[in-house]
């Protein structure tokens, strides 16, 4: 889609009422219906076109739309409800949105030398629709889902669309929602499951506009109007679905590898960590670990390596540790399940109506993974193979699996068709939103309140069925860095959870300081696992670093209390992990700084992210403590720190009440009376127990 031209594309006009409602007003434009109605308060959607394809639960039922008032003015119509006023012009055709007579967003202003506007407000184009939005000078616009990069996407050319990214050094990403923000007021979320280009300012196109293609013959506009980026992501997620909470042992650590390749070298990790005394909630067997690679994914164990999977986890169980394992939408045509699947009109298909045999690429691979076999997908838009996925995992469950690890889901090509008829243009994007969904759904029928899932891909929406992490990172300290980022990119998409692979995926293993380096960052973050192809345990990097190690993750259990408190504050989208600019909305100094966040309201962090524990940081306005000596630091500047390796960048807002819990080896050894051990008071006057 970066191939458009939208400066030579024409702009549409002829505007003119059809229907005044009480609650929606329908005009033509263009010879298309156009929809403008106030879903929420603080909300006016813009619907431009006919749907081209199925509906998909991306939306919330939002009940009925607000009353609306439309008033014809000699220039277009002035179309109100409440505060919000959506003025209409036409010749072209373009709108203005305003709250309380202050204007929120409008149409694009940038004129040209020949024509009204350098971009059109809205076109037709050969994919789709196209629209073009003013943005002031300076304005910074952030969201726009998992993405690795500057978190201001000003200046960039963003895809939503999503990919198997093989690392977090692109702009491609496994994880997007086309839904952006700035915090001068306005959101803007673009409905839809196809594929979306996003010219945020980019100056190839005009610095002053954000421009907008969507692969649809529907513009679905949801456009918000709030009280800065709290509020923008309250509105955001009422529309999309509220963020379910994570269980308590979800704050733990996971452990995994890639991958453990026998029942009894993962059992004896698992014992290790015991022994040693590392805190540990999950273990996690990845694809390989516990399952024939040829004839996968079809809920069942490998049964050469695992002929008795119950006692397996029952061991598990013994060390009070949970078992997690991976799964995929996809079956291997080497398995039975293929042509059961296929027989019954499951699998997604070709034009032709036979099964659509997905063929992995082996370049990416190389000798480090096995090939994985041709395959067929599940195709969730069908209500009966998507309750039969579900219901599959009782299998699972019986067996002892407590959660699972739902990879993939990226791999939808175009030319595949669905049982609800859309082809992989429509379904690319929203197949790991049904996919994801669907296991969290198995997964709270069995385990109730105990369930979440640990998904790689995700859409507008993901944050119903939490959580996420992020993909594959290179084993390199920019690896973490962009990690880091992703993290961040995707809590202000309205995604409150995030993990990355601490120590990197792929690469190698981390040397000894960039593998602490990314277990500190870790353990100040939503969710914390140790993963990667290779050594991952901490007792592999030596006893000083198994030591320093164990510490962090003490500090992590001793935290959970404190998590817990976040994710309460995270019912409505507000992530745990909060950038500068979701953390310190008055305080624009900050925004720059895009690998620092606040970990939910009061604890500042600073990642190392260079060898030899460099750090520069800039500390947000206010009075903080450091986290280690307790003393207190004037914020609202620029900072440089050489950190010891056993230290990260921490400090605590004056006036927190700061819950620590007990060291413990797993959250099995917490109840509601001794969770919290002690509690820090920040005090004016200082530190107090």
């Known amino acids: 889609m970066s191939e458009l031209t939208p400066h030579t594309l024409t702009p549409l006009s002829s505007l003119y009422l059809v229907e005044a409602g009480e609650r929606v007003a329908r005009f033509s434009l263009a010879g298309e219906p156009l929809e403008i109605s106030f879903p929420l308060t603080g909300v006016v959607r813009v619907r431009l076109g006919e749907q081209d394809g199925a509906s998909y639960p991306i939306l919330v039922d939002l009940g009925p739309s607000a009353p609306l008032n439309v008033e014809d003015r000699e220039t277009g119509y002035l179309v109100t409800s409440g505060d919000l006023e959506l003025e209409l012009l036409d010749e072209p055709f373009q709108f203005v949105l305003r709250s309380a007579n202050k204007i929120v967003f409008r149409s694009t202003t940038d ?14 184009t050969q994919k789709g629709l196209f629209a073009a939005f003013h943005l002031d000078s300076g304005d910074p616009v952030f969201g726009l889902g ?25 702009e491609i990403s496994y994880k997007n929602a086309p839904f952006a923000w700035s915090p001068s ?178 370049a990416p691979f190389g000798d480090v993974l096995t090939a994985l076999p041709p395959s067929g997908l599940v195709d ?49 994007n929203i197949y790991p939103l049904l996919y994801n969904r669907c296991v969290y759904e198995a997964t709270r029928e ?81 969710h914390c696992r140790m993963h990667g192809i290779g050594d991952r345990e901490p007792w592999a990097f030596g006893a000083e670093v198994e030591t320093i190690v164990r510490d962090w993750l003490e500090l992590r259990y001793r935290l959970i209390p404190y998590l817990e408190d976040c994710a309460d504050q995270s019912v409505t989208g507000l992530p745990v992990m909060r950038s500068m600019v979701v953390a310190c909305p008055d305080d624009p100094a900050a925004w720059a700084f895009d690998e620092q966040y606040l970990l939910g309201n009061d604890l500042f962090v600073a990642p190392v992210l260079e060898p030899e524990g460099d750090v520069r940081f800039y500390l947000p306005k206010g009075t903080w403590y450091d986290f280690w000596t307790e003393e207190p630091v004037t914020g609202g500047l620029v900072l440089e720190r050489k950190v010891s390796l056993r230290k990260a960048v921490l400090y605590v807002r004056q006036g927190t009440r700061l819950p620590l819990g007990p060291v413990v080896q797993h959250t099995g050894e917490l109840d509601e009376a001794n969770r919290i051990e002690t509690v820090k008071l920040y005090g004016a006057e200082g530190v107090t127990t």
């Open 380 to 428: 969730f838009t069908q209500p009966e193979a998507y309750a039969w996925y579900a219901r599959a995992h009782d299998r699972l469950f019986d067996s002892g699996i407590d959660i699972i690890k739902s990879d993939f889901g990226e791999q939808v090509p175009r030319d595949a068709h669905a049982a609800n008829g859309d082809d992989g243009r429509r379904l690319h």
């Open 146 to 170: 998992e993405k690795y990069g500057p978190l201001n996407r000003r200046g960039q050319l963003v895809i939503s669309h999503n990919e198997d990214a093989l690392g977090v050094n692109a």
């Open 185 to 362: 007021g306005w959101g803007l979320f673009v409905h839809t499951p196809a594929d979306v280009t996003h010219a945020v300012g980019y100056p190839q196109w005009s610095h002053r506009t954000y421009g907008l293609e969507v692969e649809s013959s529907e513009l679905d506009l949801f456009l918000i109007s709030a009280d800065g980026p709290a509020e923008i992501l309250e509105r955001y997620t009422a529309l999309t679905g509220r963020p379910a909470k994570p269980p308590r042992w979800s704050y733990g650590l996971w452990l995994s590898r890639a991958y453990y390749k026998t029942a009894d070298e993962a059992f004896s990790t698992a014992q290790t960590l015991r022994e040693k005394r590392i805190p540990c909630d999950v273990f996690t067997l990845d694809g390989r670990a516990w399952l024939d690679t040829q004839t996968r994914f079809a809920f069942e164990w490998d049964a050469s390596r695992y002929p008795d999977p119950k006692d397996f986890s029952d061991k598990l169980k013994d060390l009070n540790l949970r078992l997690c394992v991976w799964e995929y939408p996809l079956v291997s045509v080497n398995h039975p399940l293929f042509s059961e699947l296929a027989s019954r009109g499951w699998l997604l298909t070709d034009k032709d109506g036979e099964p659509y045999i997905y063929h992995w690429d082996p």
């Open 446 to 526: 069995r385990f109730g309140d105990d369930a979440m899932v640990w998904a790689r891909s995700g859409w507008s929406g993901s944050q119903t069925a939490p959580i996420q992490w992020g993909g594959d990172p290179e084993v390199s300290w920019e690896g973490l860095a962009g990690s880091i980022r992703g993290g961040l990119s995707w809590g202000m998409s309205g995604c409150p959870y995030y993990s990355h692979d601490i120590g990197g995926f792929y690469g190698g293993n981390p040397d000894p300081e960039l593998y602490v380096r990314w277990v500190q960052a870790g353990v100040l973050s939503s």
């Open 111 to 124: 004129g040209h030398f020949r024509r009204s506007f350098r971009l059109p407000p809205f076109a037709s």
